[in-house]
Each structure stands twice: as structure tokens, then as C-alpha cells.
């Protein structure tokens, strides 16, 4: 399974970004997705997370603000990540990752909220 991101980029407090991540390959049935993040100096923390029947989950800090989606095509499942509200403390390395049920990451894709 590969996994391909795209998004991010540089947006000012209050901004919008959407990051998507594609997942192609040997997928089959039921699966998890989801986006965690990384600041400079902390730790990796999980952001969203939806599993193949649409359940989702979200870190407390960006409740009502983030939301993760999906589209599911023949081996290929593209996840979306809306980040709206963004603030300054959201500015991070993002980082795709699935569960297929094998765990597979992306390379992270960088989110930079500053005026």
C-alpha cells in the first residue's frame, strides 16, 4: 500500500487548509485511516481518525475545527483532512497513515499557521 499526501502549505491564524492523502494497493474490507502531527520538539499526536464504516474521532484541540473525510474507489481510498480555525499551535508536520490492516505512513506534509 502506498500513500500519497498533498496540501499544507503556509495560511495565516484563522485560515483554511485541506490536506488529502491517497491510498492505493491491496485493500480490502475494513480498514482505519487517519492524520497525526508532529511540532518541533513534542511528540507525534493523533489529529482524526475514520475507519472504513465512517466512524470518526478527534483530538479534543481541534474539535469543531478539523474535519476528516473519505472517498472510496476500487483499491484506492482518499482521505481529506478540512482544517479550519487554524491557529498558530496547529502548525506541525502532518502525517497520513491507514491501517490495512498493516500500518503504513506517509512522508508528512508540513503546516506552517503564521501571520
Known amino acids: 500500500v502506498q500513500l500519497v499526501e498533498s496540501g499544507g502549505g503556509l495560511v495565516q491564524p484563522g485560515g483554511s487548509l485541506r490536506l488529502s492523502c491517497t491510498a492505493s494497493?491491496?485493500?480490502?474490507?475494513?480498514?482505519?485511516m487517519g492524520w497525526y502531527r508532529q511540532a518541533p520538539g513534542k511528540q507525534r499526536e493523533m489529529v482524526a481518525t475514520i475507519t472504513s464504516g465512517g466512524t470518526t474521532n478527534y483530538a479534543d484541540s481541534v474539535k469543531g475545527r478539523f474535519t476528516i473525510s473519505k472517498d472510496d474507489a476500487e483499491n484506492t481510498v482518499t482521505e481529506y483532512l478540512q482544517m479550519n480555525s487554524l491557529k498558530p499551535d496547529d502548525t506541525a508536520v502532518y502525517y497520513c497513515t491507514g491501517s490495512f490492516p498493516a500500518v503504513y505512513w506517509g512522508q508528512g506534509i508540513q503546516v506552517t499557521v503564521s501571520s
Open positions: 494497493g491491496s485493500i480490502f474490507g475494513i480498514y482505519a
